[in-house]
């Protein structure tokens, strides 16, 4: 599950929407079936007995294959979790993630670029009957509406227009990041108001490339000083078998890169996706990058198998439009 819920299922499906935990797939690794409206109006079944190709395609299908009417997940039931939020030296949290991701359920971490701390947050699944343990609503409408929204936006506004001011803007952000420990539903739990504007790059690499790319992230900082203010997101999930799936045949780590909308960062975007894309990195499919057919065959062994669905599925190309033919060379 993702940092909010505002999509639809299948749009989550379609882009390969993903939280954090090396034991859980992102959306498309859950699906067990779809119904399918195709380019000539028929509708169909798919999964592992009919229509097995058109099924692997669709687990990820950046809605180039059809229309997807039914979908079919794979659940449990209801759980409680425990998150807790504390502040940690970003060498710290930076050479401990990939240990630590493995043991926790979900596990994450926040950074301001150019500040020596991190935001770490740690989640565990409980039972469903466990009760919820809150803090007062007031003091989550503190932290959920005036710290994580409000004050984001008044220090990503002042940063954008004097960018100068962004470093001491960036500790005052990180100072103010409370610690917290609260049990309460999944749901409310993953997912935030995110109502702050924003641009993200975010790449999906190998779990055993991770300490190189960070360590190359944190350089670049330090070379180019932070004209960014926005945190850079640190995340995993497991393995999975869907063929467009960014973390598909490999344990994954996801870096997360963000601009303010209002912010140029000249540079920063093509910057971070140098570092990634040299260390294996897959572009998450609904956020910004510049690959196109020919780079991402390369990253997927079964890119030539989807497009051959994909030609069969909809041989007109009516599901594409310019974005699309670029991402599949059609
Ligand atoms: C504030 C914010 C936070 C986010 N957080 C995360 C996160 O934590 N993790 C993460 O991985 N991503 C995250 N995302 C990305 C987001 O999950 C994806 O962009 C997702 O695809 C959006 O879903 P949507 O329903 O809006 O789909 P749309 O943007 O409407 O569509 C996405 C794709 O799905 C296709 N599609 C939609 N419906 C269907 C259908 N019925 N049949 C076939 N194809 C269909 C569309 O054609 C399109 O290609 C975030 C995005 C925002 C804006």
């Known amino acids: 599950m993702g940092d909010i819920d505002k999509q639809s299922v299948a749009g989550a499906i379609s882009t390969g929407t993903h939280g954090t935990g090396l034991r859980f797939s992102g959306f498309s690794g859950t699906v067990t079936g779809v119904q399918l409206m195709l380019a000539d109006g028929s509708h169909l079944r798919a999964n592992s007995q009919e229509n097995t190709e058109l099924f692997e395609a669709s687990r990820l299908g950046l809605g180039a294959l059809g229309v997807l009417t039914h979908v079919r997940l794979r659940c449990v039931p209801h759980y409680m979790m425990r998150a807790e939020e504390i502040i940690e030296p970003i060498g710290l949290i930076a050479e401990s993630f990939v240990e630590r991701a493995r043991e926790e359920d979900h596990l994450e971490f926040f950074w301001f670029p150019g500040t020596g701390k991190a935001q770490v947050k740690i989640n565990t699944r409980l039972d469903g009957q466990v009760p919820a ?68 790059m975010e790449y999906a690499l190998p779990l055993a490339n991770f300490d190189e790319a960070f360590a190359r992230v944190r350089a670049y900082f330090k070379r180019s000083g932070t004209g960014v203010f926005f945190p850079v997101e640190v995340r995993t999930a497991a393995e999975d078998s869907t063929w467009l799936g960014t973390a598909s045949g490999r344990q994954t780590a996801y870096i997360a890169v963000h601009r303010y909308i209002r912010d140029q960062a000249p540079g920063y975007f093509a910057a971070m996706e140098e570092i990634f894309r040299s260390l294996g990195g897959r572009p998450h499919w609904g956020k910004e990058h510049t690959l196109q057919a020919g780079e991402l065959a390369q990253l997927y062994p079964k890119f030539s198998d989807f497009t051959r669905v994909h030609q069969a599925a909809d041989p007109e190309g009516r599901f594409l439009n310019p974005y699309l033919r670029s991402l599949l060379g059609a």
């Open 133 to 200: 343990e809150q803090p007062p609503a007031a003091a989550r409408w503190l932290n959920d509406e005036v710290v994580s929204n409000g004050a984001l936006q008044l220090l990503s506004s002042v940063s954008a227009a004097l960018p100068k001011t962004t470093p001491a803007l960036a500790k005052v952000a990180c100072a103010a990041l409370p610690e917290s420990s609260r049990i309460a539903p999944w749901n409310e739990v993953f997912t935030s108001a995110r109502r702050v504007r924003f641009t993200e």
